[in-house]
């Protein structure tokens, strides 16, 4: 829960940061006013880490460039005609734009800029009240007109605006919900739920880089399990990602199997916790995570109804790995991430073969060779890949797969061991035992 009283303490102190000083003081020295904005101040009242400082001003583009000059090692105005300015601060790259004042058209949704003459007009425009405040510097004075400390204290994602207008500016703000869900643990109030399943189909008019860029955010949260639910229960994941919600196959009291969707999402989580426990220091992997979440996705394609009850989906790894590699392409996803996250669905399946049964070192080289540098990602979706509640199977498998582990670091060893060793041909070996020709 939020401690208001530790939260306007962590207020202060983002006010006396050096660059929010620095740039404080320079835009009263010039007659401006001066805001910090969005996530620095929600991330600052909830007591998490921020990276990035972004503020709003009064001030017109040509009058940011002129004031951060004197005070900045660097300045960027590449977002100029959309009222934003950049520029090194300190050794920290801030974003200063002016107050705006967007409408939009009624097809494309693309804004037409406007520059507005309050900060209370800037606020109320943003996606979600969470991010609708400002403390402005120096004064130190908080500014939220939608009512964001009281979301915040909720644990509530709501637009500041009615959900419908804020969607039909933006459709993309209906994944960034998501997101947010996932970032913070927040839930999505009724209404904005409401109107993103009414309003789903709008973002098809969002270009697929945007939508990508925002699911890989989505991915790279600490629970993006969360933020994909939220997906699937608004219908919203249909109009990006249909493979997932396609995992929700129909059981009948006939033919009984695990539920695919569950397992996908407990897969992504135990991928997550593998993940990070293996690296802890390193950057989410967002080809691994995607992998997890989408490894079965060519078992609705391939399922089939045997008599007696049981239900195959043979050769669903490689429908699955075809599936997905059409899918991030239509996504405009780079060609590495792409062929990563193919391969490891791909060949998520092979090291069961080696649980099944004996594999010759000739078998291990060949799935390493397979896996190539993706080997280790692969031992994370393997090791995740186990869902299954009896806890002899489990045991069983997490055995074989410590085992498989254990053989491919001593056929490495050997093999180093083998490139050192100088090579003796029959003269060498003659000579070595003193052995006359």
């Given at each position: ?14 006010a006396?940061n ?10 009263a ?54 009222g ?62 939608t ?30 919900a ?23 189909s ?20 600490d ?91 043979h ?61 280790e ?6 090791r995740?890949?186990?869902?299954t ?29 083998d ?19």
């Open positions: 829960m939020l401690n208001m009283a530790d939260g306007l303490s962590r207020l202060g102190a983002l006396e050096p660059v929010v000083r620095t740039l404080a003081e320079a835009f020295a010039a007659g401006f006013d001066l805001a910090v904005v969005g996530g620095p101040v929600r991330d600052a009242l909830l007591g998490r880490d921020t990276h990035d400082l972004d503020f709003t001003t009064n001030a017109l583009p040509d009058d940011i460039l002129r004031i951060v000059k004197p005070v900045s090692t660097a300045q960027w105005d590449i977002g100029r005609a959309f934003t300015i950049g520029a090194r601060v300190q050794g920290e790259q801030v974003e200063i734009t002016t107050y705006r004042a967007d409408s939009y058209d009624g097809v494309t949704r693309k804004p037409t800029v406007e520059f507005g003459d309050s900060i209370d007009g800037d606020l109320v425009r943003r996606d979600f009240t969470v991010n609708a405040m400002a403390l402005q510097v120096p004064a130190v004075k908080l500014v939220d007109p009512g964001g400390v009281e979301d915040l204290v909720a644990g509530v994602l709501r637009t500041p605006a009615d959900p419908r207008i804020s969607f039909g500016d933006d459709p993309l703000r209906m994944l960034r998501a997101r947010f869900s996932a970032q913070l643990g927040f839930a999505i109030d009724d209404a904005t739920a409401e109107a993103i399943a009414e309003l789903r709008t973002l098809k008019i969002v270009s697929p880089e945007r939508v990508q860029s925002e699911l890989v955010r989505l991915m790279q949260t629970d993006p399990v969360r933020g994909i639910r939220v997906l699937v229960e608004t219908g919203l994941i249909e109009e990006f990602l249909p493979e997932v919600s396609a995992l929700r196959l129909e059981v009948d009291e006939h033919h009984h199997h695990k539920d695919v969707y569950e397992h996908s999402l407990t897969v992504l989580s135990q991928a997550i916790a593998l993940e990070t426990s293996r690296n802890p220091d390193a950057a989410p992997d967002v080809p691994l995570r995607i992998a997890a979440l989408l490894h079965d996705i060519g078992k609705p394609r391939t399922r089939k109804l045997e008599d007696g009850g049981a239900v195959t989906f050769h669903h790894d490689v429908v699955g790995s075809r599936m997905a590699r059409k899918r991030l392409q239509s996504l405009r996803f780079d060609t590495d991430t792409t062929d990563a996250v193919a391969t490891l669905i791909e060949l998520h399946l092979r090291f069961f073969g080696y649980a099944e049964g004996a594999w010759t070192d000739a078998a291990v080289r060949r799935y390493v060779r397979d896996a190539g540098d993706l080997l990602r692969l031992h994370i979706l393997t995740a890949d186990v869902t509640r009896n806890k002899r199977k489990a045991a069983r498998l997490a055995s074989a797969y410590d085992d498989i582990e254990s053989r491919i670091a001593a056929l490495r060893e050997q093999e180093e061991l490139s050192i060793r100088p090579e003796l041909d029959g003269n060498r070996i003659q000579e070595v035992l003193g052995i006359r020709p």
